[in-house]
């Protein structure tokens, strides 16, 4: 018996050696081995039809030899160092092989065509195979986070792939980049994130999680090991929520922005005021006939049709109007923004503009189905209506500038 016979043959043995009636299996692959496996009869045991299976050593028994065998050693045939388990379902031979990284699976109404099938596939795949075997104990967390963040380019709008690649090489890429997967304990990753929440940043170890997660997921996937992320914990955080400016912070901001034009961020900050704007929005605004504001709604996701709003100009607006650049408030920078507000309102943040703007709407009595239209919510528990009914709801322009109209108040 060659060497590489030897091996079959050893292979063949492993497979069945965890069967309940292993020993018997066993003691019936040795007695047919040294049956049929003669000086004479090992030149039969490769099939010779095809170079291609000689090259490959395809081992084959007569079907007496077969008929002998148990069910469960009937449904194998052996390809180099391989024992591949097959079956005959519906009229045809179905084969799958899911070891050391590889995932093949052929079918064929004829058992010689579907091995012919088996080792192209494995062929085809053989580069493929040998990394994912090297993979499973050499791939850094780097490769794989580069992987998903890949994914990330072509599935998210620009600016969310800018924060998650920003966030990978500011925080993760320093810490675990030069780590291989294997190395990466849940106890580092735990450590990791307990470090940002004694710092108080609770709100920056939840976005790392939520990123740490999708990359292990990814790579857990791809490379069949355990998440470290199964049992990772972070303290619950009471969210913080933002709240309205009174109308005495109103008029002291009013005031700030009328009086001092020439200030980078006076007339953004009245159009997130009077308008409710994101501030990701302002890039989009621009004016149309003199009595509404337009805008490109930025909470939609890639691939979703672009949602434009048209807010009306409100009686309150009229009264600062001609204090507002509206190309200067589309150029401004967002930081530019935060800064001027904070050096005024220590405890706000520019996002309660648009909380301000909102109340102020509801509380003027406005339709909140239009409320929503306005502000581009798309669920507000106070209003009971459907999307759908919203969706075949038209409002006339005389309506919506009607009802625009009741938000005139004074501070």
Known sequence: ????????????????????????????????????????????????????????????????????????????????????????????????????????????????????????????????????????????????????????????????????????????????????????????????????????????????????????????????IPSPMNKIVLPYRQTKKGRAFTYEEERKLVDFCTQKQDNAASSALLVLLYFGLRQSELASLQVVEGKYLECETSKERLGKDVVVRRIPFTPVFRRVEKFVDFAKAKATNPRTIATTLKRMFPEHHPHELRYTYITRVKEAGVNQELVMLWDGHSFDKDVKTSAVDRGYTTYSEEYILSEANKVDYTF
Request: proline share 2%; aromatic share 10%; charged share 35%.
């Open 1 to 224: 018996m060659t060497e590489k016979e030897l091996s079959h043959l050893t292979k063949l043995i492993k497979e069945v050696s965890l069967s309940p009636d292993a020993d018997e299996k066993i003691a019936l692959i040795l007695k047919m081995a040294s049956e049929s496996i003669t000086d004479d009869k090992i030149k039969g045991l490769v099939d010779k039809d095809d170079k291609r299976k000689v090259k490959s050593g395809i081992l084959k028994f007569s079907k007496k030899e077969i008929d002998k065998m148990p069910t469960s050693l009937k449904n194998l045939f052996a390809h180099n160092d391989m024992i591949v388990r097959y079956r005959y379902y519906k009229g045809l031979f179905q084969a799958r092989y899911r070891k050391n990284g590889m995932n093949i699976e052929v079918a064929s109404t004829d058992f010689n065509t579907m091995k012919r099938k088996f080792i192209a596939k494995l062929c085809e795949g053989q580069g493929d195979t040998v990394q994912s075997k090297q993979s499973k104990s050499t791939v850094k967390f780097a490769d794989c986070a580069q992987a998903w963040l890949k994914l990330k380019e072509r599935t998210t709008k620009p600016s969310t792939y800018k924060e998650y690649l920003r966030s990978y090489n500011v925080n993760l890429q320093p810490v675990f980049g030069d780590y291989r997967l294997c190395e990466i304990t849940r106890s580092m990753v735990q450590d990791y994130l307990f470090s940002f929440i004694d710092k108080g940043n609770h709100r920056t170890a939840e976005k790392l999680k939520l990123q740490l997660k999708c990359i292990f997921d990814l790579a857990a996937e791809d490379y069949k």
